[in-house]
């Protein structure tokens, strides 16, 4: 039982004959735990916030359609509901990356190109002190180690945190991070970057 009285079960029953309440209790019982874990997913609020959207509506969908057969298990349904969502919007990202990449190393060709010039300081405000350029060497990277950079570096995530949130083990989660700072030293040093 839960509080209320009534069950996940129960109120999925009742959500399914037409009672909007049940549904309301059920999202109120999980929606912090549900959130919570999208957003470990995610490391992006307004991103975790449209995922949880999508993951209920989907939630919604199946109940009323009576594709619901999870028993006493509900909260752990909607988090694979999640976590597929998730997946799903990674994916899409990866899609409309790959073809940006090409765009992204012309952008990394320019910044180069600005570094290896002799440049006054006015061109140096111009250009947006060093934000511009630690982008784009953070955007050279290979995927998987900048997104490890970033949890860790941006995010404030832990070696446990990453690897549990990326599904590796914690070695490998280390040696993203050791493979991302080896290939951004040599970055600085070929172009002879000053970014202190």
Request: aromatic share 8%; glycine share 4%; hydrophobic share 40%.
């Amino acid at each position: 039982m839960k509080k209320n009285g009534l069950s996940d079960q129960k109120l999925i029953l009742f959500y399914a004959n037409g009672s909007e309440k049940a549904f309301a209790t059920l999202l109120n019982r999980h929606k912090q735990s549900v959130f919570t874990y999208i957003y470990s997913l995610t490391c992006d609020k307004d991103v975790a916030n449209d995922i949880f959207q999508e993951t209920f509506i989907k939630a919604i969908r199946e109940i009323k359609s009576g594709r619901y057969e999870e028993q006493n298990r509900f909260l752990f349904w909607v988090l694979r509901i999640a976590r597929n969502q998730v997946l799903d919007k990674k994916r899409e990202e990866y899609r409309r990356d790959c073809c940006l990449k090409r765009q992204e190393v012309d952008k990394f060709k320019l910044v180069s190109q600005i570094i290896s010039k002799e440049i006054s300081a006015e061109e140096k405000l111009i250009i947006g002190s060093n934000a511009l350029i630690i982008k784009a060497l953070i955007r050279s990277l290979d995927e998987d180690q900048r997104e490890v950079l970033i949890m860790r570096h941006y995010s404030g995530m832990s070696f446990l945190e990453i690897a549990e949130v990326t599904n590796v083990s914690i070695s490998t989660a280390l040696g993203r991070m050791r493979h991302a700072l080896a290939k951004l030293r040599k970055l600085i040093q070929k172009y002879n970057l000053d970014l202190a």
